[in-house]
């Protein structure tokens, strides 16, 4: 099949993996939309929100609709970085056995990554960008696709370990989970309290996703569109020539070239879902606050004055 036919064929089945998600999560069209960019992007995803706003739900419902085996670990102070990456036991014939975590998944929802020490936040950050852990000297390799959705409650701070910037940067995406709307709302409350239950079918494999992973990373970019991506990235840093006052009053540092990468693919993504061929400076806007959110760092000016991330974001276009 051409690329160009696979592109068609990938609109298609999207409107319909969309379709299959909407039967249990009721709006949140952007944030899954977000998630949905990542996954086909190969790319992890940091969800902030409070708690109560179905992040578990929507997750486990992504991984079903998209065929793919889904772990949640519950992240605590007391974690250690053997319960997620799994640890080595006596067996009754005395031979060590490995018996695996719950990192080994295609899908991985790691609730409340700041209420865990460093030690285990890195065991889980390795994985994430080798697509592999070391367990007692032996190398085992995590199973294609592989995602992690982490998330965040931005309300209580006390007793949590703040992820540091370089982890931050590993994640592609930080989306902002927001409250439902009121008729959502209704909608929520009418399908949560009665006794019917939506299936969701799987729509794809493994194997397809991996396949369309690779498709978009074939679609072609113009050069102004890679040039604007790129000095939209250096405007966010405060000593550099291009960087204007508002981010020299405001940011501390600015993004880095990783921020430069998930900028173009992530654009990729966007264009093919909505049956482009190739993405335009449009593509690059839309995923622009997702990507750049969680890599600039504000002062004490900026927070004192309420100057937002997205503010900062937005007079970069």
Do not use: C
């Not at 250690?80 to 018996?99: K, Q, Y």
């Not at 390795?126 to 696709?145: C, F, I, K, N």
């Not at 930080?174 to 939506?198: M, R």
Request: hydrophobic residues 45%; negative net charge.
């Amino acid at each position: 099949m051409s690329d160009v036919a696979a592109v068609e064929q990938f609109v298609k089945k999207y409107k319909d993996l969309k379709s299959e998600i909407a039967k249990v999560i009721v709006g949140q069209d952007a944030v899954v939309n977000q998630i949905l960019i990542a996954i086909f992007s190969g790319g992890h995803s940091l969800l902030i929100g409070v708690p109560g706003l179905a992040k578990t739900l929507m997750v486990n419902t992504i991984a079903q609709a998209l065929g793919l085996d889904f772990k949640r670990i519950q992240f605590t102070p007391d974690l250690m970085p053997s319960d997620i990456l799994g640890s080595e036991i006596l067996d009754e014939n005395r031979h060590f056995h490995f018996v695996k975590g719950p990192i080994f998944a295609n899908i991985i929802l790691a609730d409340e990554i700041n209420r865990t020490p460093p030690k285990t936040q890195a065991a889980l950050l390795e994985a994430m960008q080798e697509r592999s852990v070391t367990v007692a000297g032996h190398h085992y390799e995590l199973s294609l696709p592989y995602f992690v959705l982490a998330t965040q409650n931005p309300i209580e701070q006390e007793g949590t370990y703040p992820l540091p910037e370089a982890q931050l940067d590993r994640f592609m995406f930080a989306i902002n989970l927001d409250y439902p709307t009121f008729k959502e709302e209704v909608q929520v409350v009418k399908s949560t309290t009665s006794d019917t239950k939506e299936k969701v079918n799987p729509l794809f494999s493994a194997k397809e996703i991996v396949d369309i992973q690779h498709l978009i990373r074939r679609v072609p970019v113009a050069d102004n569109v890679i040039e604007y991506a790129v000095t939209m990235v250096g405007k966010t840093r405060p000593n550099s020539k291009s960087a204007s006052d508002l981010v020299q009053n405001y940011l501390d540092w600015g993004a880095g070239p990783r921020a430069s990468q998930n900028l173009i693919l992530a654009a990729k993504t966007h264009a093919v879902i909505h049956g482009k061929f190739s993405p335009d400076i449009e593509d690059v806007q839309a995923v622009a606050g997702s990507i750049l959110r969680h890599r600039i760092i504000k002062n004490y000016k900026a927070e004192a004055e309420g100057i937002t991330d997205d503010f900062i974001i937005k007079s970069l276009f």
